[in-house]
């Protein structure tokens, strides 16, 4: 890898790991994307000088999440890894999944017998607001991408 490469590879694992998520999920990241194609795990562990274990289980958690997609070849028993064609879609798709989940545990905590002391209902009112207003600015971009990538116009970041 180029310097500038592994510098991209390294301040991405700096970043997953500052998010709390592992610092070789981030590089493992950081790696696919700069790759052209796909990768096989034990490509990926020496170029990222890790164990395979290690990528496995983060590129495993990362294909359940939808930031990476396996594939095979016939023939060859090993896994690949490569990005998929929508991840900005993906990524998008995620945080609108998280905001609402968080919506469904802000109206809880509205029906609480708590909430009925004005400062704190006004609190879940304002915060309701804002995780509506964050939700409705996703899914307008969710949607763009879709209209981009259905006009051939950039919605394919790979």
């Excluded at 310097?3 to 700096?14: N, P, S, W």
């Excluded at 795990?41 to 020496?46: M, N, S, V, W």
């Excluded at 009925?116 to 763009?144: K, N, P, T, W």
Aim: proline residues 3%; glycine residues 10%; aromatic residues 4%.
């Amino acid at each position: 890898m180029r310097a500038t490469d592994e510098q991209f590879v390294e301040k991405l694992g700096r970043f997953f790991e500052a998010e709390g998520a592992p610092r070789t999920a981030g590089r493992l990241l950081g790696l696919m994307l700069l790759t052209p194609g796909e990768l096989a795990l034990d490509e990926i562990a020496e170029r990222l000088q890790v164990s395979k274990a290690s990528v496995s289980t983060n590129a495993r958690q990362m294909e359940v999440s939808g930031v990476l997609e396996r594939c095979s070849h016939p023939g060859d028993r090993r896994d690949y890894y490569r990005i998929p064609h929508d991840i900005a879609a993906r990524l998008l798709d995620r945080h609108l999944d998280r905001i609402r989940r968080l919506n469904q545990l802000l109206e809880e905590g509205a029906a609480t017998e708590a909430a009925s002391d004005e400062r704190i209902g006004e609190r879940f009112r304002r915060l309701e607001r804002f995780q509506a207003c964050a939700a409705g600015a996703l899914e307008s971009a969710v949607r763009g991408i879709g209209a981009a990538a259905g006009a051939g116009e950039g919605g394919d970041v790979s």
